[in-house]
């Protein structure tokens, strides 16, 4: 055996492996959208924990096993990620919700239908209350350099199509009159509350609030609660109804 050729091939063989493994471990431009999607969930993770003033790019790209030049090719700034991962928290949010409230349904399904579609897109990212609240809270302080785009972009729209299903109700006799100004709040405080509560609930209870059972079994509290808060009888009384 060449042992001289051995060693030369052996060495290769390790070169490349070490930089295989540093590759995947710090992410490639070359698979952009896996890298692209590995910052953005990180960084959910980091800002809902820390919100934007405490957040840090180097935990998110540690996070995500990128080196920070690789995010910032693809984010110029902290400020700029910070506003994709809030059109990644809105934008799933109108993709959930406008399905539901595009079907062809009576006013009594359709806003079940999007109340249940709400609540399900929370609790399968239970972060994003917490992202969604800290940015209230800065532009409460005056810190407001996405509200704007945000509101005008997913705000708005979804509050209007929710409005003309209220007014849709009222119309046909399904619903009593409410003001969706009020409503409309008041509905989605309901669904999202028990997410951002659910440190609380569990030192209270000393059980899981988001276990598969308890979270079901308040998927169907809400439901029941948004009902019979909306719904008219025959009779033209409340009437609640599980769904």
């Known amino acids: 055996m060449d042992l001289s050729r051995f060693c030369y091939n052996l060495t290769n063989q390790l070169i490349n492996r070490v930089k295989t493994i540093a590759k ?3 992410g490639s431009r070359g698979r ?3 890298s692209r999607a590995a910052i953005l969930q990180a960084a959910v993770h980091e800002f809902a924990q ?4 405490g957040a840090r ?3 998110i790209a540690r996070a995500a096993r990128v080196n920070k030049a690789l995010l910032y090719y693809y984010f110029k700034d902290k400020e700029a990620l910070y506003g994709a991962v809030l059109d990644q928290v809105f934008g799933g949010l109108i993709a959930s919700t406008g399905e539901a409230l595009s079907r062809d349904l009576p006013p009594r399904q359709k806003i079940i239908a999007y109340a249940g579609a709400h609540f399900d897109y929370v609790a399968s990212h239970p972060l994003y209350p917490r992202i969604v609240q800290g940015e209230m ?6 810190r407001a350099n996405h509200l704007e785009r945000i509101v005008k972009k997913y705000f708005r729209p979804l509050f209007g199509r929710v409005a003309e299903v209220l007014r849709e109700g009222h119309a046909s006799g399904d619903f009593r009159a409410v003001d969706p100004l009020h409503f409309v709040p008041s509905m989605i405080a309901v669904i999202v509350f028990y997410f951002t509560s659910a440190p609380v609930t569990r030192l209270m209870t000393g059980k899981d609030p988001m276990s598969k059972e308890r979270i079901a079994a308040r998927r169907a509290a809400v439901l029941d ?5 909306l ?3 025959a009779d033209g009384k409340h ?3 599980r769904k």
């Open 137 to 142: 809270m800065g532009a409460g302080r005056g």
């Open 239 to 241: 009437r609640g109804a």
């Open 225 to 229: 609660f948004i009902s019979a808060a």
């Open 231 to 233: 719904f008219r009888r």
């Open 32 to 34: 952009p959208e896996q």
């Open 24 to 26: 995947s471990r710090l």
């Open 50 to 53: 820390e919100g934007v003033a």
């Open 57 to 59: 790019t180097d935990a």
